[in-house]
């Protein structure tokens, strides 16, 4: 049974049996050329966690690392689509966010969007699964990596501290928008500090009240305030927290249409949402997407990718 509240387009496959997939994947791979439609047929059609059933039926009847041996075999995006699905989910966003960080330059889309979108739980889990991974605390290399309050704002939501309750305290929530106002809009100059005791910390319900009460005394959206007190990666950071807060369909709907819209395709940002969400929230991701833009994400996805990446894509999606 898929779990109450599960909005994704993957669901369990029926009748699944992880020996005879880990045996179809081993034949699509085997001699010269590889299957590409049974291994988006398998694939994109199981939940993780039948994932690593095959993963471990694989391994037993292969003496293989099934990861290992996909790897060898695919290339490019499509790979990398793969390789994202066949990862429980705090380990595939441990790896992108460790990813974002190695060598010259840093992705700072993909701290931003897995640390702003993440429960606590999801983000101590991460913490966790990274340290294991690769050895170093993922706040020291985030640390290391980036700087100013930028920095400062990943580092809270790093420490998972957000009240997660459902209350809300009235006189505080005209307190906390008041003082946002006088922070920024009121001001010469903005204190962001303000903004992130505010946002990284209330809890959602109660950050809602913040926001109408911001719209009464300022005349704006707290959206506004930020884009116009605010620049770079610091302005995204915030303007992703409060987003998120508001609808997480939302914001990936946003940012997928903004992968694809234009001139090329963000790729990374594309396959992440895709792989991460297909499971949680995709039918209300594309429900967003059709609403804010008009034509649907299926179609979206179809006119900017092309061959097997683009298969697989539209299989996660499920249809127009």
Not at 145 to 161: C, E, I, P
Request: hydrophobic share 40%; proline share 1%; net charge negative.
């Amino acid at each position: 049974m898929a779990a109450i509240g599960n909005r994704g387009t993957v669901t369990e496959a029926a009748g699944f049996n992880a020996e005879a997939d880990a045996q179809k994947l081993r034949d699509a791979m085997k001699g010269v050329g590889t299957n590409e439609a049974t291994i988006i047929e398998v694939l994109a059609h199981r939940t993780i966690a039948q994932r690593q059933r095959i993963k471990e039926a694989f391994k037993q009847t292969v003496g293989k690392d099934l990861a290992d041996e996909l790897s060898g075999e695919l290339s490019g995006n499509f790979s990398s689509v793969v390789l994202g699905l066949l990862m429980l989910a705090p380990v595939y966003d441990a790896y992108e966010l460790r990813n974002a960080m190695k060598g010259a330059g840093t992705e700072e889309a993909c701290l931003i969007d897995i640390l702003a979108s993440r429960s606590n739980a999801e983000i101590k889990t991460i913490c966790e699964v990274y340290k294991k991974e690769y050895g170093k605390t993922l706040e020291d290399d985030v640390s290391g990596d980036t700087s100013g309050m930028f920095r400062r704002v990943l580092v809270s939501l790093l420490t998972a501290g957000r009240d997660e309750s459902n209350t809300v305290n009235e006189a505080q929530a005209v307190q906390d928008a008041k003082e946002i106002y006088e922070a920024g809009e009121a001001r010469w100059g903005t204190d962001e500090v303000k903004f992130l005791t505010v946002l990284c910390v209330r809890n959602q319900k109660h950050l809602l009240r913040v926001f109408e009460e911001y719209k009464k005394i300022s005349g704006r959206d707290i959206e506004d305030s930020i884009k116009r007190e605010m620049s770079g990666s610091l302005e995204d950071a915030f303007l992703a927290i409060v987003k998120c807060l508001r609808s997480r369909p939302t914001f990936f709907a946003e940012r997928l249409y903004k992968s694809m819209k234009g001139l090329g395709t963000t790729d990374s940002v594309l396959i992440r949402i895709m792989v991460s969400r297909a499971e949680i929230d995709m039918l209300d991701i594309k429900a967003q997407f059709l609403k804010m833009y008009g034509k649907t994400l299926y179609s979206f996805i179809k006119g900017d990718t092309s061959g097997d990446y683009r298969k697989i894509l539209l299989e996660l999606c499920g249809g127009e």
